[in-house]
């Protein structure tokens, strides 16, 4: 990772922000579907800062500018950014939010702006409110996105990849269905339509996939569901004969700059009463249109603003978040697989690094990686970018090693591997840390209290209506007892063959986990971990899904919870300090052992290397 000089695209944004009397802009990462992840012509806040994870927000004024950042890339930003920028390390004491930074600035009746396509309406009137109070001017949204005018013709073009279908085989249900599912929540709300902006919700409802974000099987497209219509607002070059053809007179296509158009159509034709494209039964007609609290700024005052508009967590994204049977016996499936690809490789590399003397870097270890799993049944692709990295690179959270730029990896400190991929039947995300060498002593003991909080989550029990945020504390206990912690969520919803990270449900201290209780179908990522900056980091993944729980009791009549794990990776020998394990979490673990055994041996009937190191590394405790 290197310093990015952006002295040259400040300048000519401050240019263009006189021009339309703008004193602060913002850049958030977002695009116009409030993706976590983004396709490479959305990258604006990367363009201008330097900065490239996944997560973070620009605020640039005339004379300063300012990149916050949660702890997952502190040390990140602090490589790229060059000296024009203010780091912002969110969640630490006394440090701003871009929010707070933005409305400082303002001061005096500034005008603030941002492009109202990629802010939603809840995050827009939070930020007028406290501009407000510290005396700041108006925030405007500006029509014409400032950082895209900077970047002219070198920016990316808009993807245009091709949508598939799904097979009810692996979604499980069928887009009728869901759809019927999606109507009675509108009949519930007495709503005359919801217009859906979230791409995974889109692909997800109408069982379609795409590829027009890296590592995201989605596709550019909003839709617009009604108690009789439906209509999916993409581009028609990317649908197939078969898409159609899936989609039959159940689904019109509209183009997908229409949707804007449409919206401020559907809002006048509501209001007046009148009959029309998506017009709505009088019914429904006192009522407002549903969008997603992730909804673009922009879409709700097209379709009127707060009067005409309820912003909702999306009906679609809780069920989304609950997978049916198919789905669930697919991530088992993937995981099996998926786990055999890394055992696999695993072994690969400690034969090279070990027995060859071999000198392999980051990248080229990620892409054997790839090789290995691209051979394994229904592999589309990867879930995101490898993050392969070896010493002080394992503390850099979210490292993304770069050919030319990246370590070469030494058998002589930790190696930590985060990867996934996506297959036809789920999305796979494991982490695991190991050591080919000698570890320290300091290693192995925070590795151990890692596993601890791994598995003290993997075995939680607890009442239907209990949150993600109420269970983090399992993860980090043992840490906390040493007054060590981590920087990042201890769990992310995952998608099934769709976004890695997947929404509303986790598991951390962000005030949205207190929120949205678990429930038995969601899968989630059970990931603690510790760094020290500069020397190493350590991080355990294991995905686990929520399932109904036998207990001898049900206080209050509750159903309880529990987890069952999927991933089938063992667990780094040389990192585990046995002198930190109860009998119980040996226990665990030797029972760990023999089911990933049980469940990748077979895959190696003729791979002596393989047999012999997945031998060695499930022997019992």
Known sequence: METVDSTKHLAQLRGLMKENQVDIYIVPSEDSHQSEYIAPCDARREFISGFSGSAGCAVITLEKASLATDGRYFNQAQKQLDGNWE?????????????EWAAEQSEGGKTVGVDPTVITAPDARKLMEKIKKKGGGDLIGVKDNLIDLVWGKERPPRPNEKVKVLSKDFAGKSFDDKLEDLRKELDKKKSPGFIISMLDEIAWLFNLRGNDIPYNPVFFSYALVTPTTA??????????????????DTVAVRPYEKIFEDSKVLSASHSSGESGKGATSSKSASKKFLISTKASWALGLELGGEEKVDEVRSPIGDAKAIKNEIELEG????????????????????????????????VEAADKLEHIRSKHQHFVGLSFDTISSTGANAAVIHYKPEKGNCSVID??????????????????????????????????????????????????????????????????????????????????????????????IGIGTRIQYSEVSLSAGNVLSDEPGYYEDGNFGIRIENMIMAKEAKTNHKFGDKPYLSFEHVTVVPMCRKLIDEDFLTDLEKEWLNEYHKEVWEKTSHFFKNDSRTLDWLRRETQPF
Not at 231 to 248: A, F, P
Not at 349 to 356: D, H, I, N, P, T
């Open 87 to 99: 780091l912002l390390k969110q969640g630490l004491q006394d440090v701003p939010t871009w929010q």
């Open 231 to 248: 209509t999916l607002y993409v581009n028609s070059s990317k649908l197939s004969s078969e898409v159609h053809s899936h989609l039959g």
């Open 331 to 362: 991530m088992r499936q993937c995981h099996i697989r998926d786990g055999a690809a890394l055992i696999e490789y695993f072994a690969w590399l400690e034969e090279e690094l070990v027995s060859r003397k071999s000198e392999l870097d980051e």
């Open 411 to 504: 058998p002589e400190e930790v190696y930590l591997c985060d990867s996934g991929a996506q297959y036809l039947d789920g999305t796979t995300d494991t982490t695991r840390t190991l050591h080919f060498g000698e570890p320290t002593t300091m290693e192995r003991k925070a590795y151990t209290l890692v596993l601890k909080g791994n598995i003290a989550l993997d075995k939680a029990v607890f009442p239907k209506g209990t949150s993600g945020f109420a269970l983090d504390t399992l993860a980090r206990q043992f840490l906390w007892e040493e007054g060590l912690d981590y920087r990042h969520g201890t769990g992310h919803g995952v998608g099934s063959y769709l976004n890695v990270h997947e929404g509303p």
